[in-house]
């Protein structure tokens, strides 16, 4: 009895640090941000009193939230499934008996070796318009030049090739992992039933990634909201918004408009929308995923 | 039904860069029998198998099976069908789905799917288990449906690399006669590996031994028991193995020759012309292992677990002529007659003391 309640006194002091600076860090400010979203923003030495849903509806009127909205739906739209993807395929490649394996799994690897500030200062050079690698390719065969970040068009797809780039690399080591935890013998038996390579992929190794696909998706959908570093050295949201995401919106707001209210408001609608997404990604896989 | 096929194989050779696990293997598996090639960890009882099934290349030689030349056709298409010994079933599927994968692989119709799948569960008591993961088996019962996916392939030959190593000894004697079953039911050839002798003893109408690449003899477990034709053999068959010792401990002049004896064919005999000492003795109740001591080598001699022999004792033996297995020391080949100085050892009748030159009571 006695041992029993000094190990629980030792357990919570034991964890009482970590706890102290997660509640100080994480959580309250995560309900002080929910709190500030029904104040007004302080300016000056007028205090923030209380305004009820005022900011939810200046939100729904603001056409930037709704366009960097939009943005940030269709930057998710390609960049989760086509990192996935690629990072599959690199991760299935390299887990091939090729030469060169180890060099081309660390050439994978890179990318995300790079903070995204220097994968930037790389894109920067591909996309320069007339210098850049990519026109000096098109101009190879007589294209002419494009200004690829500076185009509403193109600019916000600009942003999610370098964040494919980017995060491809990553998932790929995930996939290389759990690749290498399928026995070989399975192949094997697959070959002598006559399995092609295709029949063998749907029925038995993609099933077996499920677990991985799923934790990588999760990533891959925080990430789409998270991953933002390089829209400030390549184009600053501009021009006019196109490349503008969700949270380059509200760093704008809270810190060159200095709209902390605002801010709140359009944080806790992106945590509103990720909390949903990653519950909807637990229903949806988990009936499907096979965990050993 | 399915009836089984051949398999040649002619001067195979595998190296992998440097190791080289083959070196020229010339090998006939006749049709419908239960051959199974044995040996020590490291022989390349598993690479043999591998080339047979294609799963893996050939550096030299080629594979028939039927008659055909398949060293370059991929295991699909050869008409053979492998338990692994890790029984490599799918982990996700079903034991139902694990047992028609390949069935569904060749889009075989529903109706002869299941006909096919209701018989293999029948026939190996896996009815009830069907909707089951495999991880919720017992490892007999995985075991159950690796056969079980061999058995709806139909297919002419099946190979097998120690299906039976991770199953306990009470299961593992279960499954050896079920194996062994299967195949007669069947008719297929069967070709399965094992380190494990008793296993090979059991089960083989042919029995491939190998060491380091190459193989040592072939013959049915008779064969290979009663006529070694090398002292790898000789100590490699058999529990315990065959007892040996220089020619010279025993008396006779010749250093060029390894005496083989099996414990069981020594026998206790008071006029016996092998004069030993008792070593240690292991009593196992029905018998008991005796430690001869015969000059300074060791004989092991079974002998009737009523009789007791003290420690230090000096006894007399002798072994029937048939009994004696004489090879070459160096070669470790086995000498295709004994030479004449052997006589004396048979004789039963002599009272010829041990360590003089016998020859002068021969008969
Ligand atoms: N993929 C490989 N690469 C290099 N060497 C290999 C490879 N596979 C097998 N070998 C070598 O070939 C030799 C024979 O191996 P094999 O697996 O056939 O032995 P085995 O008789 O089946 O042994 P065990 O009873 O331990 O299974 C060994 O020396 C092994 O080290
Ligand atoms: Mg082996």
Known sequence: METARRQWIYAWLMLSPAMALLILFTHYPAVQTIVNSFYSTPRGRRKAVWIGLDNYQTLILDDVFWKVLMNNFWYAVWTIPLSILLSLAMALWVNDKIRGRGFLRMAYFTPTVLPLIAVANIWLFFYTPGFGLIDQIRGLFGLAEQNWMGSPDTALYSMIAVAIWKEAGFFMIFYLAALQTIPPSLREAADIEGASRWYYFRRVLFPLLMPTTLFVSINAVINSFRLVDHIFVMTEGGPNNASSLLLFYIYEVAFDYWDTAYAATLTVVMIAILILLAIGQFFLFDRKVHYK | ?363
């Not at chain 2, 030689?61 to 295991?75: F, K, L, N, Q, W």
């Not at chain 2, 099946?158 to 009470?170: G, R, T, V």
């Not at chain 2, 029905?286 to 300074?296: K, N």
């Not at chain 2, 090879?327 to 080949?333: E, I, L, Y």
Request: with cysteine.
């Open chain 2, 1 to 363: 039904m399915t009836t089984g096929k051949s398999i040649m194989l002619r001067g195979l050779r595998k190296a992998w860069g440097e190791t080289v696990s083959l070196k020229g293997i010339d090998l006939t598996i006749p049709e419908g029998k239960f051959t199974t090639i044995l040996g020590p960890s490291g022989c390349g009882k598993s690479t043999t198998l591998r080339i047979i099934a294609g799963l893996e290349e050939v550096s030299a030689g080629t594979v028939e099976i039927g008659g055909e030349d398949v060293t370059s056709r991929p295991a699909s298409g050869r008409d053979i069908a492998m338990v692994f010994q890790s029984y490599a079933l799918f982990p996700h599927l079903s034991v139902a789905e694990n047992i028609i994968f390949g069935l569904r692989v060749r889009r075989m119709g529903r109706a002869e799917r299941d006909a096919k799948l209701t018989a293999a569960a029948d026939m190996l008591g896996l009815s009830y288990l069907l909707d089951r993961k495999p991880s919720q088996l017992s490892g007999g019962q995985q075991q159950r449906v690796a056969l079980g996916r061999a058995i709806v392939a139909e297919k002419s030959i099946f190979l097998m690399d120690e299906p039976l190593s991770n199953l306990d000894a009470k299961l593992r004697a279960e499954m050896r006669e079920e194996i062994r079953d299967l195949q007669k039911r069947l008719g297929v050839t069967m070709v399965y590996v094992t380190h494990d002798q008793v296993e090979a003893v059991t089960m083989a109408d042919q029995i491939v031994l190998m060491n380091q690449g190459e193989i040592e003899q072939i013959g049915s477990p008779r064969q290979i028991y009663s006529r070694p034709e090398t002292l790898f053999t000789a100590k490699f068959i058999g529990t315990p193995p065959m007892g040996t010792c220089s020619a010279r401990a025993l008396g006779i002049a010749r250093d060029d020759i390894t005496v083989g004896i099996r414990p069981e064919a020594l026998v206790l005999d008071q006029n016996g012309p092998i004069r030993a000492r008792v070593g240690h003795v292991e009593y196992l109740g029905a018998d008991a292992m005796v430690e001869c001591r015969v000059g300074d080598e060791t004989l092991p001699c079974r002998i009737s677990g009523r009789t007791e022999l003290t420690l230090g004792a000096t006894i007399r033996l002798s072994v029937a002529r048939d009994d004696l297995h004489a090879f070459d020391s160096a070669s470790g080949q086995r000498l295709d007659t004994l030479p004449p100085e052997f006589a004396a050892l048979s004789a039963a009748q002599t009272t010829a003391p041990l360590g003089s030159h016998a020859s002068s009571t021969e008969r």
